[in-house]
């Protein structure tokens, strides 16, 4: 129900646009996250947006930005200014609204897209 997609292989400085498409869901009233998990390494939050409101760790901030197109029903993730260490499998996911960079709050996600980013 959720479908993640948007990666690729982009050099250090350049931009990827994730997107996450949900078939039989309404996103107004939830909240979506994007999460990311590279090699021998936990999964880690990246943003999330709820309502009105959008939340992104510290690592992505001011590169990344979440937002949801109702019309399309999908949520994107704008991706600039990549490095090296944002090279990871990125996974979107859906939860109750409020929800935060916890990934136990959400009980649906997306089969994942990677993201390599060269230096």
């Known amino acids: 129900q959720l479908q993640a997609s948007g990666g690729g292989e982009v050099q250090a400085g350049g931009s990827l646009r994730l997107s996450c498409a949900a078939s039989g869901r309404t996103w107004r009233s939830e909240s979506t996250g994007w999460f990311r998990q590279a090699p021998g390494k936990e999964r880690e939050f990246v943003a999330v947006?709820?309502?009105?409101?959008?939340r992104y760790a510290d690592s992505v901030k001011g590169r990344f930005t979440i937002s949801r197109d109702n019309v399309k029903n999908t949520v994107c993730l704008q991706m600039n200014s990549l490095k090296p260490e944002d090279t990871a499998v990125y996974y979107c996911?859906?939860?109750?609204?409020?929800?935060?960079?916890?990934?136990?709050?959400?009980?649906?996600w997306g089969q994942g897209t990677l993201v390599t980013v060269s230096s």
């Open positions: 996911a859906a939860g109750p609204a409020g929800r935060g960079p916890s990934p136990e709050d959400y009980a649906y």
């Open positions: 947006i709820s309502g009105g409101g959008t």
